[in-house]
């Protein structure tokens, strides 16, 4: 897994200390749709029925619904392998709430037919602190720029 990391893009709001968790979070999150790890998922989420995850193939709003329709039904009856590589990190932590923006790319075997299937995005995250720590509260990734004539309007 590569997790690479940029600065905050507001120095004011650095805090090492949760900055060293969110780092962590990432790279559990990763870690989690890597392996199909039902138990980190639900430690790297904020288990809250407000939660929301915007994704290509839907719009998943509480975490029964990430969990069942993303980690479940997308990853892993689709893939038999998985491997989220997470880079060009940005964090912009403010006190209990942090913005996170990176870019990715995933790399896996569909489970029907063992081919390969290859993609990169970005993506951005809202995380929030709470007593035993970060957590995501929010995501939304799409695929990488349409920058050709005609394309990404």
């Keep these: 897994m590569?997790?690479?990391?940029?600065?905050?893009?507001?120095?004011?709001?650095?805090?090492?200390?949760?900055?060293?968790?969110?780092?962590?979070?990432?790279?559990?999150?990763?870690i989690s749709v890597n392996n199909m790890d039902t138990i980190l998922d639900g430690k790297v989420w904020a288990i809250h029925d407000n939660v929301s995850f915007i994704h290509p193939r839907g719009h998943e709003i509480g975490w029964q619904q990430v969990k069942n329709n993303f980690y479940i039904k997308t990853m892993f009856d689709t893939f038999s392998e998985r491997k989220l590589d997470i880079y060009n990190i940005i964090i912009d932590n403010y006190s209990d709430f942090a913005y996170v923006e990176f870019y990715w790319k995933f790399n896996a075997k569909l489970r029907n037919d063992g081919r390969s299937m290859n993609t990169e995005g970005r993506e951005s995250q809202?995380?929030?602190?709470?007593?035993?720590?970060w957590h995501i509260k929010h995501i939304h990734y799409s695929g990488m720029p349409l920058t050709g004539q005609r394309q990404g309007f």
Excluded at 17 to 30: E, F, G, H, M, P
């Design 126 to 133: 809202m995380l929030i602190k709470e007593n035993d720590g």
């Design 2 to 30: 590569i997790l690479q990391y940029a600065y905050s893009q507001n120095p004011k709001a650095i805090n090492v200390s949760d900055t060293l968790q969110i780092r962590k979070l990432l790279s559990d999150y990763a």
